[in-house]
């Protein structure tokens, strides 16, 4: 938890992004995921489980047609000391609303 800004671009899947990205990141800092087209709003509430505030979502397209969009949220409270769990649990056991 010393980082003021954390950014992602296709680094993981979501729920093993948020496991891995969030400790990194200080209170009131701010994390930045660059992410595809196929992103929607569902994916917030295990982002405010740990500890995050939706602040925006910026969509936009490339040159080219290619859709992206980046979600930018505020670090609201420090990360429990469980986080993030050995290497390779997050990934073989992601996160889920009800395990965190």
Known sequence: ?????????????????????????????????????????TDIPLAKKMGLKIEKIEKYELEGGEKRTLWIFTKRQNSANKY?????????????????
């Open 1 to 41: 938890e010393q980082s003021d800004v954390v950014v992602s671009r296709a680094a993981a899947p979501w729920p093993v992004l948020l496991e891995i990205a969030t400790p990194f990141l200080k209170k009131d800092g701010i994390f930045i995921s660059y992410r595809g087209p196929e992103s929607d709003t």
């Open 84 to 100: 993030p769990r050995e290497v390779g649990t997050p990934k073989k056991k992601p996160l889920t609303l009800s395990t965190v």
